[in-house]
């Protein structure tokens, strides 16, 4: 059987440590009967970048104090930056080196992805003995370029090239990036897919913008809420516009319906999934594994001023192919006319010759 092969980008300003590192990786290609480490070692973070622009990478493994300071900044402050320009361009693994822990800036680490190392002789076994562990995720993520590439492959060839750059107009990176992303969305992500969807793609999370936007999830006076403001007006509002807020609650009936699928019965979970139990709420799955589902409460609903929502607070964003379910069932609900009731022995004379 072949040995996975793990690409690895390694940045060291000493020429002494990337000699080290090189030789550290050949004696565990040696010992290790599943894994083959491929490693580029470059010097400065401008070579690390051109690097990362050109080829891909399963793993990076960089120096803190990767160039000499500046009056301006110093040598750690740069090297911080770096490590925040990397989490912004390079979706891999990221081992830092360090002689001093404490000098890496706290919030970059993640113990998911990013991991923190100490300079001394066995720095590169405790690395190579982390990268094992990110295997299933390294793996993943390459399933899931693999993925990507076979959607994109038929959409390039079937149009969308033509779309971003003809004999005549090319049109700009970040237009092109929508289009491309909104063809794959429409292809991979519609309602109309046959794969069932697994409740963590309810949501997109972490979420990293800055903004409070239409389907949030939201911590507020000590409580969860979505937004259900619409993005046309968010995006226009001043500080002071009204955000419209409906509650997220639990529901009591949860835990019973779970058992009753546990033994085959999956009626009620399905019936709750499928918004069928109730036109005044709305089913949101658990965020986390193991953790209750959400109901949004479209009876509790709260307005608060744009300014005093804060976009830290945000839990988890609906994801788009979610979220029109959610803002239309919102809008039945509000917009539903009523009738008065039939009396049912009414109902029943009438039917009868």
């Given at each position: 059987?072949?040995?996975?092969?793990?690409?690895?980008?390694?940045?060291?300003?000493?020429?002494?440590?990337?000699?080290?590192?090189?030789?550290?990786?050949?004696?565990?290609?040696?010992?290790?009967?599943?894994?083959?480490?491929?490693?580029?070692?470059?010097?400065?973070?401008?070579?690390?970048?051109?690097?990362?622009?050109?080829?891909?990478?399963?793993?990076?493994?960089?120096?803190?104090?990767?160039?000499?300071?500046?009056?301006?900044?110093?040598?750690?402050?740069?090297?911080?930056e770096f490590i925040r320009d990397l989490k912004k361009i390079s979706?891999?693994?990221?081992?830092?080196?360090?002689?001093?822990?404490?000098?890496?800036?706290?919030?970059?680490?993640?113990?998911?992805?990013?991991?923190?190392?100490?300079?001394?002789?066995?720095?590169?076994?405790?690395?190579?003995?982390?990268?094992?562990?990110?295997?299933?995720?390294?793996?993943?993520?390459?399933?899931?370029?693999?993925?990507?590439?076979?959607?994109?492959?038929?959409?390039?060839?079937?149009?969308?090239?033509?779309?971003?750059?003809?004999?005549?107009?090319?049109?700009?990176?970040?237009?092109?990036?929508?289009?491309?992303?909104?063809?794959?969305?429409?292809?991979?992500?519609?309602?109309?897919?046959?794969?069932?969807?697994?409740?963590?793609?309810?949501?997109?999370?972490?979420?990293?913008?800055?903004?409070?936007?239409?389907?949030?999830?939201?911590?507020?006076?000590?409580?969860?809420?979505?937004?259900?403001?619409?993005?046309?007006?968010?995006?226009?509002?001043?500080?002071?516009?009204?955000?419209?807020?409906?509650?997220?609650?639990g529901n009591d009936r949860y835990e019973k319906y779970l058992e009753?699928?546990?033994?085959?019965?999956?009626?009620?979970?399905?019936?709750?999934?499928?918004?069928?139990?109730?036109?005044?709420?709305?089913?949101?799955?658990?965020?986390?594994?193991?953790?209750?589902?959400?109901?949004?409460?479209?009876?509790?609903?709260?307005?608060?001023?744009?300014?005093?929502?804060?976009?830290?607070?945000?839990?988890?964003?609906?994801?788009?192919?979610?979220?029109?379910?959610?803002?239309?069932?919102?809008?039945?609900?509000?917009?539903?006319?009523?009738?008065?009731?039939?009396?049912?022995?009414?109902?029943?004379?009438?039917?009868?010759?």
């Amino acid at each position: 059987m072949s040995k996975l092969e793990v690409f690895l980008l390694f940045v060291e300003d000493e020429e002494q440590l990337r000699e080290n590192l090189k030789k550290e990786a050949e004696m565990f290609n040696e010992a290790d009967k599943n894994i083959h480490i491929v490693p580029t070692v470059v010097s400065s973070i401008a070579e690390a970048k051109e690097a990362l622009r050109t080829l891909r990478f399963d793993l990076i493994v960089t120096d803190l104090k990767i160039e000499p300071g500046t009056p301006e900044k110093d040598a750690v402050t740069i090297g911080n930056e770096f490590i925040r320009d990397l989490k912004k361009i390079s979706p891999c693994p990221i081992a830092i080196l360090t002689g001093k822990p404490s000098d890496v800036d706290a919030a970059s680490l993640d113990p998911s992805s990013i991991a923190n190392f100490i300079k001394d002789s066995d720095a590169e076994a405790k690395i190579f003995t982390w990268m094992k562990s990110k295997l299933p995720l390294i793996e993943l993520m390459r399933s899931s370029y693999s993925l990507l590439n076979t959607e994109l492959a038929p959409l390039f060839h079937g149009g969308v090239a033509s779309r971003i750059c003809s004999e005549n107009s090319v049109i700009p990176p970040d237009s092109a990036l929508r289009i491309i992303l909104e063809n794959v969305a429409d292809s991979i992500l519609t309602v109309n897919s046959t794969t069932k969807c697994h409740p963590q793609e309810s949501y997109i999370f972490p979420v990293i913008r800055d903004r409070v936007m239409t389907g949030d999830l939201l911590g507020h006076t000590g409580e969860t809420w979505v937004v259900l403001t619409p993005a046309c007006d968010i995006v226009r509002c001043s500080n002071d516009y009204k955000i419209l807020l409906a509650k997220c609650r639990g529901n009591d009936r949860y835990e019973k319906y779970l058992e009753k699928a546990k033994n085959a019965d999956f009626g009620p979970l399905t019936s709750l999934i499928n918004q069928g139990n109730s036109p005044k709420n709305h089913f949101l799955p658990p965020l986390n594994k193991g953790a209750a589902p959400y109901m949004v409460d479209f009876e509790d609903l709260l307005t608060v001023r744009y300014s005093d929502l804060d976009p830290r607070a945000i839990v988890a964003a609906v994801s788009p192919k979610f979220l029109p379910n959610l803002i239309h069932r919102f809008a039945a609900y509000l917009g539903r006319p009523g009738a008065p009731d039939i009396d049912a022995q009414h109902c029943l004379n009438h039917s009868q010759q």
